[in-house]
């Protein structure tokens, strides 16, 4: 694709200078659009060191109101963040709605630099363009706009600016190793550079390929490429979204109704079994945190079923600086005005930690679908959306597990009603969980829905039958273990 | 991606037998949603010789009404195929609305075995798969369903079944050399194979590798993914279907207001100049037949501004046997029933032939637009479809030449009264011409967006200037000679 550079004729200085008085008006106009549209636009600049990346940024900005944007410049990943799956520091800056992000470098320099250095395998990229991939395209189907800029300049050209940087005292500072070392062995980079172009490449999330051996030029190639993505993206904004078609394998699942609810534990085989059960896990989880395994667990269930009790004793037998429980409620206006799994993604556990959601992503297909807080193409959406995150945490090595705490309609009546009457339990009940329970069926379409749509081999939905919540709590013990020795067998 | 054949466990027999008898009902269910939706779909079944690709189709179709349906099976190419672009036998094929269209084997095939055979290198096998994904993504765009199943076995299998059908008279005919061969070099093929599914699955159009050592099995897995595929897309026709980024380097056009329209040329020197460029076009024409250069010229323009004559001047100067004037009006309804561009995928020239459009696909945005034949979302989609299209022709080595025939409103008016004058001319004037006329504003802005957003470099659209007739003509034997002559050059 590097051979794209050329692919148009430079025109004369004048026609480049007029074009690109018209260019900046324009954007100048369209920041406003975007603003009254809640559309996001994150830009991305990559390309060869001294190609001219960074000052461009100042160039594009210039009559951009800087309530409106922010820059970042690529930066060795932080420890924290080499803690986390390889898209978190991504995932974790995108603007929100109405803004822009300038990105001096990203994800390209952060795989192809790796592929350079030979730190990953030729599977490990294969695995990186699949979830570079996914990245782009639910930013793009959520209303973001992702433009891909590649600064292209020649062997020589590139050794001049770096010579002529180094001349200098107030520049040779700008010049680094990677930079001199990338002169050196230009044609190996402009291969894996070009093949990297070719394998995340995207009609929704293009690259542009630019001739950035005259900085005018290049920079109207830039405005013009910016300018028009964002009409599109203005046209984009009020369409609906086509679902994808499923590509995760799923296993089968019963519908609710069909799940029998008579299951139970004695009292004292209870008591014996739980505290063999929380010792067990107790010892995996120092293992866990020797191996650096990340684990994502997630408590769905019916208001009442016992979510609360179950999490409880399961982090009765984890070590308190290697767990986090957090519970999900509605998300903050901050958190609306991003993609919805952003405030996910922000909330990962560290490697060999330990995440429970109460609550968690899938309020996207269960609240938000039937109180009708998001529309129905972004929930239609969402089943994939969401197998597409959970594969991101089964790549980076995550332990992923589901429950589903059920119980049926009569057993909440009667737990409702006790709560009700007990003094010291009647916090936990509102108004609101007896509308919720108004909405029993529809709530019951929706979750049969989910699970069906939702429970793939590297993050399966367990039911944890909760009319009796002791049986349940075993129940689920015995499946976190049985999951994390699977996986410690499996780094073995 | 052949590893995914083994994503899921087989379940028990009894377990498919149900599953299976429930996909059959639905998918009968299904048919008549898709014919009253009017949504084609388009299955193609690929994979190892003797994995039952083909005894599968029967078992797909055995609930659905014949006349719903076709099946194809692949063909080495006709030679009238193998004087198309590559795709032209399938866009050829494809099926109308509410129709199924069963391949067995297809684009997969074709290329795969052009690699295992050493018939073309990388940069041509990277081309093909531009073109697949592109062919795929138009369609899907375009209301298609298009699923994809990749049939896996091991090797030791298939070597089995191979000798199995050899061994009985009635069968052995069902194995040819190839998969003889293929079995032989079964780590080769893998690898080939493997890396096609990767570089052709997308979420919209995904490969689903199945595991087709159980025949129950792989009829479920088929089954049930072909059925969930049918649900998305009956979802999503109702959608529109963003707008693509253009990815196609575009060139700088003027406003049609802009252009000076004041040429002319003198009535001698017209005469010596037609002469001499009529000979050099006549000689051209023989060396692109010998060097088998396809050519496609476009002609578009106001009524009455002279595309007609125009178009007699070129072909004076041609071969009849090598040439193809094509008008084109609106779509008959077989037409409509398919993607827009299909009645123009089957009018393309064969190689060394000369193909020239009296009106084109450019209807889709400027007559189909302003009258509302087609929805703002298609019109909108069209520029990058077109390019698409264009692109393909391009690839294949065609020569395409555009041309806008431009006049002024009076200039129109002028002929529009003369002709109506005329006895002899009143036929070439008619209701709708006077009508058209009166929508001169709205056809020029959808003009001047046409030439903006569809003049590639590969395809670039040409002004004539033809208030004097006779300087356009001399100006379009001079462009097309000029292009002609590039490519002969090119091809040396």
Redesign the interface.
């Known amino acids: 694709m590097l051979d794209?550079a050329k692919?148009?004729p430079k025109?004369p200085a004048e026609?480049i200078k007029e074009?690109l008085e018209h260019a900046h008006e324009k954007l100048a106009n369209q920041q406003l659009l975007l603003k009254e549209n809640k559309l996001p636009v994150i830009v991305l600049f990559e390309g060869w060191g001294a190609a001219g990346k960074g000052s461009m940024i100042s160039k594009v900005i210039k009559t951009l109101d800087p309530r409106f944007f922010s820059v970042n410049t690529l930066t060795a990943p932080t420890a924290e963040e080499t803690r986390r799956p390889f898209l978190y520091r991504y995932f974790s800056r995108i603007p929100e709605a109405g803004s822009f992000l300038f990105l001096d470098g990203g994800w390209m320099a952060d795989v192809t630099r790796d592929v350079l250095k030979g730190n990953i395998d030729a599977a490990e990229y294969?695995n990186r363009i699949g979830s570079i991939r996914r990245f782009e395209?639910t930013l793009?189907a959520n209303g973001y706009l992702v433009?891909k800029f590649f600064f292209h300049i020649e062997k020589k050209e590139q050794k001049k600016r770096l010579a002529l940087l180094r001349e200098e005292a107030s520049t040779s500072w700008r010049v680094s190793d990677f930079d001199r070392w990338e002169n050196k062995h230009y044609e190996n980079c402009s291969q894996v550079y070009d093949q990297f172009l070719?394998d995340t490449?995207s009609?929704?999330?293009?690259w542009y390929v630019i001739d950035a051996a005259s900085r005018k030029w290049a920079e109207l190639q830039i405005m013009e490429n910016l300018t028009?993505?964002i009409d599109?993206a203005l046209?984009?904004h009020v369409?609906?979204?086509?679902?994808?078609?499923?590509?995760f394998?799923?296993?089968?699942m019963p519908k609710l109704a069909e799940i029998p609810l008579d299951k139970t534990i004695e009292e004292d085989e209870y008591r014996v079994q739980l505290k063999n059960l929380q010792n067990r896990l107790s010892h995996l989880h120092n293992q866990l945190y020797k191996k650096k395994i990340p684990v994502v667990i997630v408590y769905e269930g019916w208001d009442a079923a016992g979510k609360g009790g179950n999490i409880k004793r399961l982090t009765a037998a984890l070590d308190p600086r290697g767990y986090e429980v957090i519970p999900i409620a509605s998300p903050k206006p901050f958190e609306k005005d991003r993609h919805f799994l952003w405030r996910f993604w922000t909330k990962l556990p560290k490697t060999g930690h330990i995440a429970i959601f109460d609550r968690s992503w899938y309020g996207r297909v269960m609240v938000e679908r039937l109180e009708g807080f998001c529309s129905e193409?972004d929930w239609?959406r969402a089943y994939?959306e969401i197998n597409e995150f959970e594969k991101e945490l089964a790549d980076w090595g995550a332990v992923v597990i589901k429950f589903w705490v059920q119980i049926d309609k009569d057993t909440q009546l009667a737990r409702f009603t006790e709560r009700q009457n007990t003094p010291g339990k009647q916090w936990k009940i509102t108004d609101e969980d007896w509308r919720n329970r108004e909405k029993w069926d529809l709530y019951e379409g929706a979750v049969d829905e989910m699970l069906h749509k939702t429970s793939t081999?590297y993050a399966p939905w367990y039911i944890l039958e909760s009319t009796d919540k002791r049986y349940a709590r075993i129940k689920a013990l015995k499946i976190v273990i049985e999951q994390l020795e699977k996986a410690l067998e499996d780094t073995k």
């Open positions: 794209q692919a148009l025109p026609e074009r294969k395209s793009t433009l070719e490449s009609a929704s999330a293009p028009s993505g599109v046209k984009n369409l609906s979204v086509p679902l994808l078609q499923n590509v394998p799923l296993l089968d193409n239609q994939n081999t």
